[in-house]
């Protein structure tokens, strides 16, 4: 079974610029998350999803960030305009049922530095 | 509120040595507890859990008991190797159903 897919591993943008994240969770996951560690920080929850619809978005940041999930399959984190503190490392992770005693399978990250 | 203190790093011992890495939690409800661990150069991975209290998880020698009335997830393997070498995160899901609340992390090295 393939695990959780995150791209781009590395994105390196200037203040200012657009980037987008993708997540492919694990095939039948119904539920998805996305957290991120900034630096120096503990990683810290985002939202999540659970298919196509936003159950909990209370950890985005601010309204740069937007994420989506088209057809409830891979989900997108667009970052616009980037700046300076959203570099860190974005975790994508999914699950099968949305309890708190299910495991969250993790992506490898994506490290985003905004110059 | 739900959070996770746990002993900060780095921590650097010695292939069979005995390790313990400390984990204090509040939470709201009844929270899963959970070790995550991340290996150089790859993604979070699921260490152990425990999901209700006097619950041990146990996996690659490593355990974890849920110890309620210390609000307590301590980790413990009793010979540790080089290839233990990692970030080990303690994690609470709190009285939520999904949100996870992740201690700093503690950096391992084992040396040979």
């Known amino acids: 079974e393939a695990g959780v897919t995150q791209f781009p591993s590395h994105s390196v943008i200037e203040k200012g610029q657009t980037v987008t994240l993708r997540c492919d969770p694990i095939?039948?996951?119904?539920?998805l998350y996305w957290y991120r560690r900034v630096m120096g920080k503990e990683i810290k929850f985002l939202l999540h999803f659970v298919k196509e619809s936003k159950q909990d978005e209370s950890g985005m940041p601010n309204n740069r960030f937007l994420a989506e999930r088209t057809g409830g399959t891979y989900s997108t984190l667009k970052v616009q305009p980037a700046e300076l503190e959203d570099s860190g490392v974005y975790f994508c992770?999914?699950?099968?049922?949305?309890?708190?005693?299910?495991?969250?399978?993790f992506g490898p990250g994506t490290r985003l530095t905004v110059l | 509120g739900n959070s996770v203190t746990q002993m900060e790093g780095p921590v650097t011992l010695s292939e069979e040595a005995f390790l313990t890495i400390n984990c204090t939690y509040t939470?709201?409800?009844?929270?899963?507890l959970f070790w995550y661990v991340q290996y150089p150069g790859e993604g979070l991975q699921l260490l152990l859990k425990?999901?209700?209290?006097?619950d041990k998880g146990s996996n690659k020698g490593f355990e974890a008991t849920y110890r309620k009335e210390t609000t307590s997830f301590h980790l413990e393997k009793g010979s540790v190797q080089v290839s233990d070498s990692a970030v080990y995160f303690c994690v609470n899901s709190g009285g939520s159903n999904y949100k996870l609340t992740f201690g700093k992390g503690t950096l391992l090295t084992v040396n040979p």
């Open positions: 425990a999901t209700k209290a006097d």
């Open positions: 095939s039948g996951h119904d539920n």
């Open positions: 939470a709201t409800g009844y929270p899963s």
């Open positions: 992770a999914s699950s099968r049922a949305g309890r708190g005693t299910d495991t969250q399978y």
